[in-house]
T-cell receptor, first 114, second 114 residues
Framework: ETGVTQTPRHLVMGMTNKKSLKCEQH?????MYWYKQSAKKPLELMFV???????ENNSVPSRFSPECPNSSHLFLHLHTLQPEDSALYLC?????????????FGPGTRLTVT | GDSVVQTEGQVLPSEGDSLIVNCSYE??????LFWYVQYPGEGPQLHLK?????DKGRNKGFEAMYRKETTSFHLEKDSVQESDSAVYFC?????????????FGRGTQLTVWP
């Protein structure tokens, strides 16, 4: 595997379910990010991790719970979601958590909440 | 705060037409500027970048000049191809920041007619 991978690619879940999204980066990067991409809205930064420590939580509801066990893996645990949480969830990584470094994105998980 | 405004909605040139997608930014710092491209079913990927004023980013016939005096980073191409069809995002990263945050525009859907 190369780059940033995400699983699953598609997920349908009910409002009472609990599920997790997984991201893995094979680039040796130190910073990882979760974004939400909804139709007609700009990319929304959700969480930032640097050397597996959370550095930013962008006012995300507690029904989204991130986990970063090491610099290569990032999870997003989901529970009691709402239909408006349906979106494409993108994981990204960058070499360093500093300005000027580009971010590398995974293909995303298309989430549908029913 | 930092922000990016770009041509919104769809741009519908024919193959062989020239293209300009506008991008203007606001920041009090020293940004690096990026264009990302997103194809259907994929995450955004870096298309080109410019790290400082008067730098020109280039990729696959596209160019963008980092103009500090007009705070702009317009994406240009002399002759577009059908394969260029995608969503393009302008983004900035605060070069003096330790947060590594990318500020994205809302995206421009480029659809090139054959």
């Amino acid at each position: 595997e190369t780059g940033v991978t995400q699983t699953p690619r598609h997920l349908v879940m009910g409002m009472t379910n609990k599920k997790s999204l997984k991201c893995e980066q094979h680039l040796g990067h130190n910073a990882m990010y979760w974004y939400k991409q909804s139709a007609k809205k700009p990319l929304e930064l959700m969480f930032v991790y640097n050397f597996k420590e959370q550095t930013e939580n962008n006012s995300v509801p507690s029904r989204f719970s991130p986990e970063c066990p090491n610099s290569s893996h990032l999870f997003l645990h989901l529970h009691t979601l709402q239909p408006e949480d349906s979106a494409l969830y993108l994981c990204a990584s960058s070499q360093r958590l500093a300005g000027g470094y580009e971010q590398y994105f995974g293909p995303g998980t298309r989430l549908t909440v029913t | 705060g930092d922000s990016v405004v770009q041509t919104e909605g769809q741009v519908l040139p024919s193959e062989g037409d020239s293209l300009i997608v506008n991008c203007s930014y606001e920041t009090t710092q020293y940004p690096s500027l990026f264009w990302y491209v997103q194809y259907p079913g994929e995450g955004p990927q870096l298309h080109l970048k410019a790290m400082k004023a008067n730098d020109k980013g280039r990729n696959k016939g596209f160019e963008a000049m980092y103009r500090k005096e007009t705070t702009s980073f317009h994406l240009e191409k002399d002759s577009v191809q059908e394969s260029d069809s995608a969503v393009y995002f302008c983004a900035l990263s605060d070069g003096g920041s330790t947060l590594g945050r990318l500020y994205f525009g809302r995206g421009t859907q480029l659809t090139v007619w054959p």
